[in-house]
């Protein structure tokens, strides 16, 4: 069983359309993230949860919008997509807030068109 | 406000032989200090981890890392390089005060056979 999985893993899409990640995680943990990671390799955190609220929103364009429906779950939606958003998303968990054991999930390859 | 430097954004290393791989950090508060793997085309795992107990920590697959106050240095080792060990690895520092982890930019291991 997958720990942290993320939907879809791949996704090609063009300029100015409107796409989803889903994030599901099954550790029972209470904090969930969004990364994402540039085409040199360096992460970046967007958003962190904890307990389905809003505790980190890093410098995101509005265009993103993170939805947690319950502890288990962080989605990520992105409106109006634009060349630079091309990168790999990664959802992560940790058990508690101030952990920085992070749990990753696989990633989703977002390439914008 | 915290940072994470690795110095050497490609090292390679022969089958068997040493792996050092260099983090220093900035941290206005006592650190936790991480090491992460990250294996192609997949999410970070932890490798370690330093939280103000044993300045010499252990971790997963024979690495380790040794805490370095004086140095404000956090490197990573393994005696004896293998095959499975080429991957992408990131340092990470996270102060005591809250839960944001920081990455620094990632060494890729490459070993050669």
């Known amino acids: 069983d997958t720990a942290v999985s993320q939907t879809p893993k791949y996704l090609v899409t063009q300029m100015g359309n409107d796409k989803s990640i889903k994030c599901e995680q099954n550790?029972?943990?209470?904090?969930m993230y969004w990364y994402k990671q540039d085409s040199k390799k360096f992460l970046k955190i967007m958003f962190s949860?904890?307990?389905?609220?809003?505790?980190i929103n890093e410098t995101v364009p509005n265009r993103f919008s993170p939805k947690s429906p319950d502890k288990a779950h962080l989605n990520l939606h992105i409106n109006s997509l634009e060349l630079g958003d091309s990168a790999v998303y990664f959802c992560?968990?940790?058990?508690?807030?101030?952990?920085?054991?992070?749990?990753f999930g696989e990633g989703s390859r977002l390439t914008v068109l | 406000a915290q940072s994470v430097t690795q110095l050497g954004s490609h090292v390679s290393v022969s089958e068997g032989a040493l792996v050092l791989l260099r983090c220093n950090y900035s941290?206005?508060?006592?650190?936790?200090l991480f090491w992460y793997v990250q294996y192609p085309n997949q999410g970070l795992q932890l490798l370690l981890k330093?939280?103000?107990?044993?300045?010499l920590v252990k971790g997963i697959n024979g690495f380790e890392a040794e805490f370095k106050k004086s140095e404000t240095s956090f490197h990573l080792t393994k005696p004896s390089a293998h095959m499975s060990d080429a991957a992408e690895y990131f340092c990470?520092?996270?102060?005591?005060?809250?839960?944001?982890?920081?990455f620094g930019g990632g060494t890729r291991l490459m070993v050669k056979p």
């Open positions: 330093y939280t103000s107990a044993a300045t």
């Open positions: 992560a968990s940790s058990q508690a807030l101030n952990t920085g054991e992070l749990f």
């Open positions: 550790l029972g943990h209470d904090t």
């Open positions: 949860y904890n307990n389905k609220e809003l505790i």
């Open positions: 990470a520092v996270k102060g005591n005060a809250g839960n944001m982890l920081t």
């Open positions: 941290s206005s508060v006592p650190p936790y």
